[in-house]
């Protein structure tokens, strides 16, 4: 396989971007995600991959609940904010305006198309991302939006660079 048209179909696809928030006890994290789909119709379930290498990752392991915010052509940088810095080193909620749900999950005040899910089950296959499947327990919906894509975002650079990704044999 080519390495350069597995690369070219996905840029084809141009997957739209969501910001993903979680908690565990007072520990809240975030990031920018580009795998994420519907995976049934009923019941609900949504899958959002996260990178091994992602403090937002080691959060959600231990968490049972989570959302995803679909962010809207004008949310560049709200992307940034939660794409560019790691959450080890960066309080990503400071300055923010967010709420916290009934299960203590981070709910972003300028994302209003949103969803809060719980975590059901891990796949962790072996590549550098862990697939977390879930159960949808609210949806948000704000209105028509035209949805931000990776094309949109290229220009940031993420708070991980992809050597510190976990690499299995």
Not at 76 to 94: I, M, N, P, Q
Not at 97 to 116: K, Q, R
Not at 150 to 166: F, K, T
Request: charged share 20%; net charge negative; hydrophobic share 40%.
């Amino acid at each position: 396989m080519s390495e350069s048209a597995f690369e070219q179909l996905m840029a084809s696809v141009d997957a739209p971007l969501v910001v993903m928030t979680t908690a565990f006890g007072n520990e809240l994290a975030g990031c920018l995600v580009g795998f994420h789909s519907q995976s049934s119709i009923t019941p609900e379930r949504y899958c959002v991959w996260l990178s091994k290498a992602n403090h937002t990752y080691r959060v959600a392991l231990r968490a049972s609940h989570l959302a995803v915010h679909f962010l809207t052509e004008h949310d560049l940088g709200v992307a940034e904010h939660f794409g560019t810095v790691s959450g080890e080193d960066t309080d990503k909620f400071a300055g923010l305006e967010f709420e916290l749900d009934a299960s203590g999950v981070p709910l972003l005040a300028a994302c209003p198309n949103a969803m809060t899910l719980e975590r059901i089950s891990i796949l962790d296959d072996g590549g550098d991302h862990v697939c977390l499947t879930t159960r949808v327990l609210t949806a948000e919906f704000g209105g028509e939006f035209t949805p931000l894509r990776v094309s949109d975002a290229i220009q940031l650079e993420p708070g991980h660079a992809s050597e510190e990704r976990a690499i299995q044999p």
